[in-house]
């Protein structure tokens, strides 16, 4: 068996680079029966004596956290664990993150977490970063050791680190069937030191002998969620026949190289740049390929093999938007095809009320809306009127001195507040941006072009002296509803 690699994810927290992912241990669960913890902790030990010593797993992950707190009780510091904190849509107070970290502290029976992943379903409701921002006091705490994201895009990770939060890792579907991450994601994180941790590498397990040459199957065939969830992932990117293909260049290779198909595309996914990991499912006591995984690291991608996978992946349709879009708009490539299974209903971003004249409003509670008699946004009949909208959440500066982050989080205000009066950015027809210097001009243009390019408002760009220190732009916006939205 080979030497398992291992890669430093962050100073003092070194780790296997598979790490054993543990999410199939809710699935395992979803009829009402509980993974015995004390047995599933001895399965551990299996992975961890082969040298796969290091676990993913999250709050909602069923009885992931109490298995692992059984193995560490049991074997301290032999494994490392990496848990994830998955809140619902909405305010969450300090109180509330407080309590989500001691929950996970109580399960995993460790008083400080070695790494917890954070995921947002909505960057346009800003309690997202009120969360965030907990997280790094609770870190500062010392009770967790290093911050890392799960699904986050690539404009909002570089927010999150322009804006001075220390994330070590992001963690997001990356596969050859989903390659959203081998552009702007891996630049970013190669510039600021952030790995990537590459979920979906097997694809539910379609990357395996067992589908080459299937027929199509049908939705209700499939037996696992992931299952389900990446067989939306072979539509969205071109249907069977094109899957078929990249799976059959990759049964070739690992022909050529006398190894698995699934081997082969784990392989590729590990030698690609800022991966520092990939995330391989496990159904403890069910299901492992232990042997197999380790056999990852007894060889490399060999120049014909990889020419041979670039062409079928290049075959393939591109998975729509950015990392972790397929949480956050359709089409959602989740097992279910929606966000159902997660949560009811997204809250407003902004608390509305109405307003004289047959207005609503929508206001972010700033000290400024009251001094100066305004609101972050008004609606009357079908339109939207968007306030001059800076970098402001409470009293932070997001984005620190980066424009283009600034930006971001400006237009992520104005959708927050669209959304909240009933509209959405694809009812914007005019924006007017103020830019404090005209260097910035291109970088802030950028980041109003990846949002809205695809609709091209009518704009305006304008150079102006901007209130307040630090601020690089200002932003505001005009939205008309259409029938009945």
Known sequence: MSKVERIE???????????????????????GGAVDV??????????????????????????????????????????????????????????????????????MQMDTLD?????????????????IFHL??????????????????????RMLLDSGVDIVANQVCYSLLDQRAAGAMTKLCQERGVKILAFGTVAGGFFSERWLGEPEPG?????????????RFIDTAGGWSRYQALLSA??????????????????????????????VGARLGRSEHIEETAGLFGFAIDEESREEIDAAVAALDPIPGDCGDEYRRPPFLTAAGDLSDHFEEMPSSYPVEDGPGNRTRALSGTVWEDLAGFARAVRKGDRIFVSGTTATHRDRLIGGSDAGSQAHFCLDKIEGAIRSLGATLDDVVRTRIYVANPSD?????????????????????????????????????EAVVDGDG
Not at 21 to 29: C, N, S, V
């Open 9 to 31: 994810l962050a100073p003092g927290l070194e780790i296997s680079r598979v790490l054993t992912g543990l999410w199939q241990i809710a699935d395992m669960e979803r009829d």
């Open 250 to 279: 990759l049964a070739r290779a690992a022909r050529r190289l006398e190894v698995s198909i699934a081997n082969v595309a784990c392989r590729y996914m590990l030698e690609a740049p800022a991966v520092g990991g990939i995330i």
């Open 136 to 157: 790094q006091d609770l870190r500062e705490e010392g009770l967790i050791r290093h911050l890392a994201l799960t699904n986050t895009d690539t404009a909002h990770l």
């Open 38 to 107: 004390a047995a599933g902790a001895a399965e551990m030990r299996r992975y961890v004596d082969a040298g796969l010593s290091t676990f993913d797993m999250a709050d909602h992950y069923g009885s992931s956290e109490l298995i692992a707190g059984h193995f560490g009780a049991e074997s301290p510091g032999q494994a490392q664990f990496l848990t994830k904190w998955v809140p619902k849509p909405g305010p969450h107070s300090a109180e509330d993150v407080r309590s989500a970290v001691d929950t996970a502290r109580s399960r």
């Open 441 to 477: 001009a291109e970088v802030i243009s950028r980041a109003h072009g990846d949002r809205l390019g695809h609709i091209q408002p009518a704009n305006t760009l304008v150079r102006a002296g901007l209130i307040g220190d630090g601020y690089l732009v200002e932003m505001e916006a």
């Open 219 to 231: 939705m209700d065939a499939l037996e696992t969620w992931s299952q389900m969830k990446y067989k």
């Open 115 to 131: 790494v917890l992943q954070f995921h947002a379903w909505s960057y346009s409701d800003p309690a997202w970063l009120d969360c």
